[in-house]
């Protein structure tokens, strides 16, 4: 299994409009980030999670050029904006809809935004299609499955995902934008290979998981790997690191996880 981070960004990215803090200033590459997605190979099986603004642009930096289906974690700006460039993928489908899981509330954010792509094909050559599906708890597939939970986010619910390769066995966890990991989702994510968590920022924050919250989130999953992603430009990569636990780590655009 391998995953790409095409995006480890919170949503206003970094650099920010209008920011000469150091971070936004920082010569690293890996202090530059592009809003969050994830990009998930299982057995051959290509799966994006979440399209954000940059989505193009990050599909070719990172050489993205297949994808089977698309999970949206929920609705939210900086998660579903770049969603009209699925339609390239459309076009390699030989011009059938792309499959979209989601929530009830993901569902209708697509549906509100995109209202010209809920068509069985393109409605011509180069326009996206979507065919909107509700995520099951459980996705059994030829490769593996996807376990899905809800976590809680401000006022909607995320789709935390667990990804199960059926090859190597291989588990992996993405856990972004949420304010806690409720008992349950903590029970699916054990005996993970990898987790890859929400961690904001050091302070806290009233929807989403602080580095010291996320922090103690790993160490209650357990995991061998812990990576944080959705960073803001208050955690400059190299300090932050720095200053994690043994196997806690902060993500950057174009981390590519081999499992």
Not at 49 to 77: K, N, S
Not at 122 to 142: D, H, N, Q, R, T
């Amino acid at each position: 299994m391998e995953a790409i981070f095409l995006g480890s960004g919170t949503s206003q990215g970094v650099p920010m409009i209008a920011c000469d803090c150091a971070v936004c200033r920082s010569p690293d590459p890996r202090n530059r980030r592009t809003r969050s997605s994830l990009h998930v190979v299982m057995d051959g099986l290509h799966i994006q999670v979440d399209a954000a603004p940059e989505f193009r642009l990050q599909c070719l930096r990172e050489r993205i050029e297949r994808l089977d289906f698309f999970i949206l974690t929920h609705g939210h700006a900086d998660h579903i904006a770049g969603m009209d460039d699925l339609r390239r993928f459309c076009d390699l489908k030989g011009g059938n809809a792309l499959t979209v899981y989601s929530t009830e509330e993901g569902m209708g954010r697509v549906l509100a935004i995109y209202p010209y792509a809920m068509t069985e094909r393109p409605i011509a050559k180069g326009y996206a299609a979507f065919k909107l599906e509700s995520m099951p708890e459980v996705l059994e597939l030829p490769q593996g499955t996807i376990h899905s939970t809800l976590l809680p986010h401000g006022g909607i619910n995320t789709l935390g995902l667990v990804f199960r390769e059926r090859s190597s066995g291989r588990k992996l966890v993405y856990y972004t934008d949420c304010k806690r990991v409720p008992s349950a989702a903590v029970e699916l994510a054990r005996g993970a290979d990898v987790v890859i968590l929400d961690g904001l920022r050091p302070q806290p924050h009233p929807s989403h998981l602080s580095i010291d919250e996320a922090v103690a989130v790993a160490r209650e999953i357990n995991a061998p790997a812990c990576w944080l992603t959705h960073l803001t430009h208050l955690s400059d990569h190299a300090s932050l690191a720095a200053s994690l636990p043994s196997g806690i780590a902060p993500a950057y655009d174009g981390l590519r996880l081999t499992l």
